[in-house]
């Protein structure tokens, strides 16, 4: 599986978009790339997935340049309810046996 | 989105004794489970992955006579915690995933926090 690389840690205000980028020089063509949000003792929860280009929901922003070498996640707008630690995940996830290996993460601290 | 449950949320054993997990997909049938384990401030170590039916594979390092795994049906897995010591004490994450129209995907339980006293 890919490696990823994220900022430990990061502060922003409420209001504010906040842009979390992941580099994955290593991807390969069969991967996706995948964003997971965890807050403490809580299991983690699916935020957003993307190959190519850019995909939006309801929540957040997935940007992937054409290389893939890198993705950024955009959060608009976050409120305290944000903070929590998001996770960059890379890998053929479309295939049955493929395990989800999580990486450090990024620590997202929302101040008022 | 689908709905995956631990039981139970939290345990505190002795030392010495056996606990297990029960992981459940509540909607959708979970072709393979994974496991994985958190201690404070770190990141989810997977442990093993299960596909039902067959015997679990484990990560390097971990040691399969402790943390027995059984996924006997889609829809559940358990880990069972062997002669737990205090080190045993995390949080436990299980995972399920399944395909929908083609498409693999994956969900996350809440967890359970294993305190060993």
């Known amino acids: 599986l890919a490696k990823t690389t994220q900022p430990i840690s990061m502060d922003s205000y409420e209001g504010q978009e906040v842009n979390i980028t992941c580099s994955h020089n290593n991807i390969a063509t069969n991967d996706y790339i995948t964003w997971y949000q965890q807050f403490p003792s809580q299991g983690p929860r699916f935020i957003i997935q993307?190959?190519?280009t850019k995909v939006t929901n309801e929540v957040a922003s997935l940007f992937i340049p054409a290389d893939r070498k890198s993705s950024t996640l955009s959060l608009p707008r976050v409120s305290l309810s944000d903070t929590a630690v998001y996770y960059c995940l890379v890998g053929d996830f479309h295939s049955g046996n493929t395990p989800l290996v999580f990486g450090k993460g990024t620590r997202l601290s929302v101040i008022a | 989105g689908a709905v995956v449950s631990q039981h139970p949320s939290w345990v505190i054993c002795k030392s010495g004794t056996s606990v297990k997990i029960e992981c459940r997909s509540l909607d959708f049938q979970a072709t393979t489970m994974f496991w994985y384990r958190q201690f404070p401030k770190q990141s989810l170590m997977l442990m093993a992955t299960s596909n039902e039916g067959s015997k679990a594979t484990y990560e390097q390092g971990v040691e399969k006579d402790k943390f027995l795994i059984n996924h006997a049906s889609l829809t559940l897995s358990t880990l069972t915690v062997t002669s737990a010591h205090p080190e045993d004490s995390s949080f436990y994450i299980c995972s399920a995933r399944g395909a929908t129209s083609g498409v693999y995907e994956q969900y996350f339980g809440p967890g359970t926090r294993l305190t060993v006293t």
């Open positions: 993307g190959y190519k």
